[in-house]
């Protein structure tokens, strides 16, 4: 099982469904209400991936969250699938984006494990 994840998520049913998801495969799911309580909570808890809400973050603030935590998988997700706003997002260091409405790719890009166990037992 990985250690921990954050979310930041600018709808709340969307943080708590993702939540509840996530809680099967991490030890610890943090929801943060700003980038700030995201960026604090990485700082204590190292967490595995960072799972980002578009609409809460600028391209600046997730370059400054993968600058700063280098090992941090940032998956970022959006209710629109706009090719540009992705290539942007993965040019300034996300590791993956997905669609909001997309739950099982988010979780999948935030615990890559997941996905080669779950292609292996297929």
Same mark, same amino acid.
Request: hydrophobic share 45%; with cysteine; aromatic share 4%.
């Given at each position: 099982?990985?250690?921990?994840?954050?979310?930041?998520?600018? #709808?709340?049913?969307?943080?708590?469904?993702?939540? &509840?998801? /996530?809680?099967?495969?991490?030890?610890?799911?943090?929801?943060?209400?700003?980038? #700030? &309580?995201?960026?604090?909570?990485?700082?204590?808890?190292?967490?595995?991936?960072?799972?980002?809400?578009? &609409?809460?973050?600028?391209?600046?603030?997730?370059?400054? /969250?993968?600058? #700063?935590?280098?090992?941090?998988?940032?998956?970022?997700?959006?209710?629109?699938?706009?090719?540009?706003?992705?290539?942007?997002?993965?040019?300034?260091?996300?590791? #993956?984006?997905?669609?909001?409405?997309?739950?099982?790719?988010?979780? /999948?890009?935030?615990?890559?494990?997941?996905?080669?166990?779950?292609?292996?037992?297929?």
């Amino acid at each position: 099982m990985q250690t921990h994840v954050l979310l930041l998520q600018s #709808d709340p049913t969307i943080a708590q469904t993702l939540a &509840e998801s /996530l809680a099967n495969s991490f030890h610890g799911v943090h929801v943060a209400k700003s980038v #700030d &309580e995201l960026r604090n909570a990485a700082a204590k808890h190292q967490p595995f991936a960072i799972i980002l809400d578009l &609409e809460t973050a600028t391209l600046g603030d997730i370059e400054s /969250l993968k600058r #700063d935590f280098q090992q941090t998988r940032i998956v970022c997700n959006h209710r629109v699938a706009d090719e540009e706003m992705w290539a942007n997002t993965l040019n300034v260091g996300a590791d #993956d984006c997905c669609r909001t409405s997309d739950m099982r790719g988010i979780i /999948l890009a935030a615990a890559p494990k997941l996905a080669r166990a779950n292609h292996l037992a297929a």
